[in-house]
């Protein structure tokens, strides 16, 4: 048993609203001031999405990109200004599979992660005169948490009926613990997944025209899964 030398003065939790972005400064200077320094980042707030496109408000659509894309560099953007000034720290980003590669009923959360994926791959290009500050992107699989139950669907107001077994995803211990071994190692890029969404995340990568056979192939069940109630991600599992 380990027991923790950590004390109340050690430990902080600050409300955050990630769409509220003129509060982004002062929570960052809220840190500062209780720690005086901040060495790491890791952005990992965002809901996922589970509708068709064409059965989609576009309010959803701007409310993905606020709170995924939006929300996240401007968080990014204080911090930043800090660990410039101190020419060091970590900048951790969970982005998802979902950001290399493309997928149904996800068209926005697809492109919230892909903007994440340009964004801060072209910001550690700005970087370079700062090699202490490490750029690091963490893209999941399917892993077993909540996010499933606050998905966004086809409008705002409307919460998904049916969340579906997560047996078959990664465990939330297991994605954490390889999350954390690739801050240490100053990973810029982690697939954190199990197959077959690993094994489609390397086609999309160096074989795309297989890799768009297959996801029409494996994404038509996905969409059948879905209009029958039972979890899409569950196509891929089997």
Known sequence: LEISSLNENDILV???DLTDRSSHEAATNSVLKHFGKIDV???NGGRSQRSLFVDTNLDVYNAIIELNYLGTISLTKYVLNHMIQRKKGKIVTVSSVMGIMGAPLATGYCASKHALQGFFNSLRTELTDYPEISIIQIC???V???????VFTENLAKSLENSGDQSHKMP???CARLTL???ANDVKEAWISDHPYLAVCYLWQYAPTWAWWLMNRMGKRR???FKSG?????SYSR
């Open 14 to 16: 600050l409300r955050l």
């Open 144 to 150: 077993q948490s909540q996010i499933i139950q606050n």
């Open 140 to 142: 999941p699989g399917p």
């Open 181 to 183: 071994v690739s801050m």
């Open 172 to 174: 939330t211990d297991r």
């Open 41 to 43: 980042l890791v952005n």
């Open 230 to 234: 039972i979890d899409a991600d569950a």
């Open 223 to 225: 969409i059948q899964n």
